[in-house]
C-alpha cells in the first residue's frame, strides 16, 4: 500500500488546515503537521506505517510566511524512520515545497529517500537558553488567528529585521490562546510583562519601533493587567 501526506511546515498552515484536507481528499492522502498541529508528522508516519504502508511520499506545503527550512522535513522524517521500532516503509520526500496547492503534481516529479543519514533533530547550536533581552509572544489561537494575527506577525517579524534585531536581541513565539481574546489579536512582551490589544500590523510596527528597538511600550494598545499575589 502507497500513501501520499501533505505536510503544513509553518504555523499560517495548521490554520489553513481546511484547504490541506480538501487537496489531500481529491488525491486520497491524508495531512500531517510539523509544527503546531495534530497530527504531528511522526504520528501520522507511526500510523500509516501501523497499517501497512510499504511506501509513504511526503510534500511540505508552504502556503503562508516564515515557514522552517524544507530541510526540516527532512530532519523529522529522517529522525522517524531511525526510531521507527517495527517495520519502516520506504519514505521519499519531495525535494522542494510547495507554495501553491495547484502544484502538488510538479514537485512530485522529483522524489528523495529517506535513509537514516539525515541530520538529527539536536544540535550543539541548541544546547543552551538563548540570551534574548526580549520574547514576543504572538498569540495564534483561534480568535486572534480570525482577526489578523497572520498578518501581524508578518510585520512584526519583518520590522525587527529592518531593525537589524534578530533572535539574540528579540525571540519571537507563537502561542496558543493567550486568554484576553476580546482584545484579539494579542502580543505580549517578556520579561517587561507588558500585553497589547487589538495588534494589526501597523500596531506591530509600532510595538518594534517604540518598544523593541527604544524600550518604550505602545500606550495606545497596552491592556490593563492586575496582578493577583496569593497571601
Known amino acids: 500500500m502507497s500513501a501520499l501526506v501533505l505536510v503544513g511546515m509553518s504555523v499560517t498552515d495548521v490554520d489553513r488546515r481546511s484547504s490541506l484536507q480538501a487537496e489531500a481528499a ?3 492522502a491524508s495531512v500531517a503537521f510539523l509544527q503546531m498541529g495534530d497530527p504531528s508528522l511522526s504520528l501520522e508516519l507511526t500510523r500509516l506505517a501501523d497499517s501497512g504502508a510499504s ?3 511526503l510534500v511540505g506545503v508552504n502556503l503562508g510566511p516564515l515557514a522552517p527550512a524544507h530541510s526540516w522535513l527532512r530532519r523529522i522524517a529522517g529522525h522517524w524512520w531511525r526510531e521507527r521500532a517495527g517495520a519502516r516503509p520506504v519514505v521519499t520526500v519531495a525535494t522542494r515545497l ?5 502544484s502538488v503534481d510538479d514537485v ?3 522524489l ?4 537514516g543519514a539525515e541530520a538529527g533533530v539536536t544540535s550543539a547550536a541548541w544546547e543552551s537558553v538563548p540570551g534574548h533581552v526580549r520574547q514576543v509572544l504572538i498569540c495564534r489561537g483561534p480568535r486572534c488567528t480570525a482577526v489578523g494575527s497572520e498578518e501581524s506577525m508578518r510585520a512584526l517579524v519583518l520590522g525587527l529585521a529592518q531593525a537589524g534585531l534578530g533572535d539574540d536581541d528579540v525571540l519571537v513565539t507563537h502561542t496558543g490562546c493567550q486568554f484576553p481574546c476580546n482584545q484579539a489579536p494579542v502580543v505580549s512582551v517578556q520579561p517587561d510583562d507588558v500585553w497589547y490589544g487589538a495588534v494589526d500590523p501597523a500596531a506591530a510596527r509600532s510595538i518594534v519601533r517604540s518598544h523593541l528597538v527604544e524600550g518604550t511600550p505602545v500606550e495606545s494598545h497596552r491592556l490593563p493587567r492586575e ?4 497571601k
Not at 528523495?112 to 535513509?115: A, M, S, V
Open 112 to 115: 528523495k529517500p529517506i535513509t
Open 26 to 28: 481529491s488525491r486520497r
Open 55 to 57: 511506501s509513504i511520499t
Open 227 to 230: 496582578v493577583h499575589l496569593r
Open 98 to 102: 510547495v507554495t501553491s496547492l495547484s
Open 108 to 110: 512530485l516529479l522529483d
